[in-house]
Structures are given as structure tokens and as C-alpha cells.
């Protein structure tokens, strides 16, 4: 008698005996499954599934979880992009033996079930139905997370040298700071920064306020900011 069944998105021919690897299941080595998604049963007389054959089984024995060959994926751009990438990977598998061809009355009572690429058995699914329907409840009853703050308030401390408006009427060139361009100029100003001086005078703290007003964290530090203010400070008195 021979049976061909689906498992893992595969179809497969089986007689007793064969041993096969499909799709991993969730077994361990010595354990019984049982495939339950027969399309075809042959031997003395041939039934055909509609698609499934109804009450056909096969059951396996676990033989051990393995890992297929190991298979290279590269791909190779070239042109436009020139770039190249290298995958490897190793398919997850279960080696059963299989055991026995039941052609009607297959019943997976003791026996776990494989479905797909996992396994599962009768009696957990039954235990899992009541848990599944109280979780709904338990997230009911879980209290509400509190509501986060409108607006998070600003890292480190508001500089208290900072102006409304230029002193005189004329704001120094901030631009000639590396790494300050028109945009950051102008951020600047919408947050009272107009002179050199204003810049030197920052510390740890108000460094960090700024770095989050405008948007561009380590910028302040990393371009050095508050010694080439001081030093543009220097030349202009």
C-alpha cells in the first residue's frame, strides 16, 4: 500500500518503511506523528482525495531534527550599482520513518498531529481553545499604561545668554562656524543665537538643549563649535 501526502507545502509518495525529510516538526527524535493531509491512497484499490482523503492517515516514527544541505545565495549587481552579496543557509528538517498507512479510521488520539511545518497534538489543542478565549479578558482587565506626556521636555538646560533679537540690530556671521550653513543659521536665530559670544559661553548642558532644538545631536561637539565661537569672539573685539 502506498499513500502520497502533504506536508510542508510538499507533496510525497510513501510506502511503509520509507524513510523521508520533510519540513521541520515540532517532535523530538523517537516521538509518533501523524500526517493527516492524504490526497491519494493506492494498493489493492485506488481512492482519490476531493482533495484530502477523509479518515486516511500515516503515521511516522522521529527519527531525528537535521539541517539540509547547506545551500549559496550570490547576487551580483553590476553597472549601475557594482555591489555584491553572499547568503548561505541550511533548511530546517525532521527524518522520520514511516510506519504505517491507515486508509480510513485514522485517529490522532496519543499521536501528534503534523500540520504544515509543525506538529501539534489533539489534547493540546483542546487545552489551548480555553486559554485562547480568556485572553481577551486578561487584556481587559490589564490597566491602561499611563497616557505619555504631550510633549517630552527638551534634553539638557535652556542657555540663559540667549536673545530675542540681535544686539544692535546686527547679528555676527554664525556661518563662519564649520558645519553651520544658512539652515543652521537661521535655526539659530529662531532660537535666539546671534553672536559668537552667546556661543562660547555654553557649557555640557546647554549644549545638549541646543543639540535637540536643532535637530543635529553631536553636531555642537563634534564640529567644535564653542572654541571656534570663542576664537571669532576673540578676533572681533
Not at 55 to 71: L, P, S
Not at 142 to 164: D, F, H, Q, S, V
Amino acid at each position: 500500500m502506498f499513500a502520497v501526502l502533504k506536508t510542508g507545502g510538499k507533496q510525497y509518495r510513501v510506502q511503509s518503511g520509507d524513510v523521508l525529510r520533510v519540513e521541520r516538526l515540532a517532535a523530538d527524535a523517537g516521538e509518533t506523528v501523524q500526517f493527516n493531509e492524504i490526497l491519494m491512497v493506492g494498493g489493492e484499490s485506488t481512492t482519490i482525495g476531493a482533495p484530502l482523503v477523509d479518515g486516511a492517515g500515516v503515521q511516522a516514527e522521529v527519527i531525528d531534527q537535521i539541517k539540509g544541505e547547506k545551500v549559496i545565495h550570490f547576487v551580483k549587481r553590476r553597472r549601475k550599482h557594482s555591489s555584491k552579496r553572499t547568503k548561505g543557509h541550511r533548511q530546517k528538517l525532521t527524518l522520520v520513518r514511516i510506519t504505517d498507512i491507515l486508509a480510513s479510521g485514522a485517529d490522532s488520539s496519543g499521536v501528534k498531529a503534523a500540520i504544515g511545518s509543525g506538529s501539534v497534538s489533539g489534547a493540546a489543542l483542546a487545552a489551548a481553545a480555553p486559554k485562547a478565549a480568556a485572553k481577551p479578558a486578561k487584556a481587559a482587565a490589564k490597566p491602561a499604561k499611563k497616557a505619555a506626556p504631550a510633549a517630552a521636555e527638551a534634553a539638557g538646560e535652556r542657555p540663559a545668554n540667549l536673545l530675542t533679537e540681535a544686539r544692535d540690530g546686527k547679528a555676527d556671521d554664525l556661518k563662519k562656524i564649520t558645519g553651520v550653513g544658512p539652515k543652521l543659521e537661521g535655526l539659530l536665530h529662531e532660537n535666539g543665537v546671534f553672536h559668537f559670544d552667546q556661543i562660547a559661553a555654553w557649557g555640557e548642558a546647554e549644549v545638549a538643549y541646543m543639540d535637540d532644538k536643532l535637530s543635529f545631536p553631536g553636531r555642537i561637539t563634534r564640529d567644535n563649535w564653542i572654541e571656534q565661537a570663542a576664537t571669532l569672539a576673540a578676533e572681533k573685539e
